[in-house]
């Protein structure tokens, strides 16, 4: 969207602790209107990105931008952005619409403004029942509500949000995350929100940022990060199960490709495609979703293999049930995990000797050396 207002984030940034790179040359911009998630392991430089968007965190190369304009070593209280911390901190001696009311006239809202805004809040937070209380007598949900109420009732250059539903329940982080999405919206300015829940960053991110050891490793629509990660981190860190991945080699017979795992050959059904011309005879790693990967039985697909597995977990959190499996290899000591979402009536128990079926056709292909993807399903 085209509102002139510009992008908010980090331009080439690196951040250093104790000598110790946090962030190296992280380029990380939302556009106006649009919430950039951003996920990664702990540790892996996302409270750091928004400590340096805010101007709490001294950079050691790159620049800061906030709405387009370069901000970078212009003092906090300058930069004109909100952020809601993890971990809230409220006027002790306010009550919660003191609180509010308060964000917002610091920054100019005159009064009656200020008053409309802590009521249009209130209600789509489910805060109004809090409103005369003092902050002392809130569960932490509620003084998080309060937070990102207190965030919302302005109207910054920017909106920096690091876990801010961390403490609520899931009926609360449903409706608070729409809240916090439509606010976004209608200011038109950037917004990074850091979370470790990738559900919630899949829900909520317009683009999502997914960073490791302090570099972006892909920045993607959620959907494309999803169905296309760029290397076996993001394909093994993104999704509620992760990605199973098994050491192969592509093989060629009678002009058709397939992979070898272990003492089975997993056909291709077609030649070797265009983009693993150069692999040929050479180790892969096959990568594939839980969706990906099936049951055998009498039904079963007879284009997919069925592979020897030892079942190591079952957890049935819905309808379907989520198996995690070991692929015995010869060569390899520990086996190779792989993970199937099946229905929730399977007899398969931890500890049985089961055979789950994989199809080539449904499997992601990245190179073991680098962890770079080489190919994906169409």
Request: proline share 4%; glycine share 8%.
């Given at each position: 969207m085209d509102t002139g207002m510009g992008r908010t984030g980090l331009v080439d940034v690196t951040v250093t602790y104790g000598g110790e790179p946090a962030l190296r040359g992280v380029t990380l911009l939302a556009e106006a209107g649009e919430v950039l998630a951003v996920v990664g392991p702990s540790g892996s430089g996302k409270t750091t990105a928004l400590r340096a968007v805010a101007g709490l965190q001294p950079l050691r190369v790159g620049r800061v931008l906030v709405?387009?304009?370069?901000?970078?070593?212009?003092p906090v209280s300058?930069?004109?952005?909100?952020?809601?911390?993890?971990s809230t901190t409220l006027v002790p001696f306010l009550d919660v619409a003191a609180n509010l009311a308060r964000s917002a006239g610091a920054f100019g809202v005159p009064e009656p403004e200020a008053a409309r805004r802590v009521t249009s809040r209130s209600k789509l937070l489910g805060l109004v029942r809090l409103l005369p209380r003092l902050p002392h007598t809130l569960s932490a949900g509620e003084s998080g509500l309060t937070g990102i109420?207190?965030?919302?009732?302005?109207?910054?250059?920017?909106?920096?949000?690091?876990?801010p539903l961390a403490h609520l329940d899931s009926a609360e982080r449903a409706r608070t995350?729409?809240?916090?999405?439509?606010?976004?919206?209608?200011?038109?300015?950037?917004?990074l929100y850091v979370t470790h829940d990738q559900a919630e960053a899949m829900a909520v991110g317009d683009r999502?940022?997914?960073?490791?050891?302090?570099?972006?490793?892909?920045?993607?629509r959620p959907r494309r990060v999803y169905e296309a990660p760029a290397d076996t981190f993001v394909a093994e860190f993104v999704g509620a199960s992760g990605m199973g991945l098994l050491p192969a080699r592509l093989v060629t017979s009678g002009g058709s490709?397939?992979?070898?795992?272990?003492?089975?050959?997993?056909p291709?059904?077609?030649?070797?495609?265009?983009?693993?011309?150069?692999?040929?005879?050479?180790?892969?790693?096959?990568?594939?979703r839980a969706e990906d990967v099936a049951e055998a039985g009498p039904d079963a697909d007879p284009?997919?293999?069925?592979?020897?597995?030892?079942?190591?977990?079952?957890e049935r959190p819905g309808r379907d049930a989520v198996v995690s499996a070991e692929v015995g290899l010869p060569g390899e000591a520990d086996g190779a995990r792989l993970v199937a979402r099946i229905p929730g009536g399977t007899s398969l128990r931890k500890g049985a000797h089961a055979q789950l079926l994989l199809d080539a056709r449904r499997a992601h292909v990245f190179d073991p050396a680098t962890g770079r993807a080489l190919m994906h399903p169409n």
């Open positions: 709405a387009g304009r370069d901000v970078t070593g212009i300058q930069r004109d952005v909100s952020m809601v911390f993890r109420g207190r965030t919302l009732v302005r109207t910054p250059r920017a909106f920096l949000f690091d876990e995350r729409r809240t916090i999405v439509d606010a976004v919206r209608k200011a038109c300015v950037g917004a999502l940022a997914v960073l490791h050891e302090g570099r972006i490793r892909q920045i993607d490709a397939g992979f070898r795992v272990g003492e089975r050959t997993i291709l059904w077609g030649p070797v495609p265009a983009a693993l011309a150069s692999r040929v005879d050479s180790q892969v790693l096959l990568g594939l284009a997919a293999v069925a592979v020897p597995v030892s079942v190591r977990s079952v």
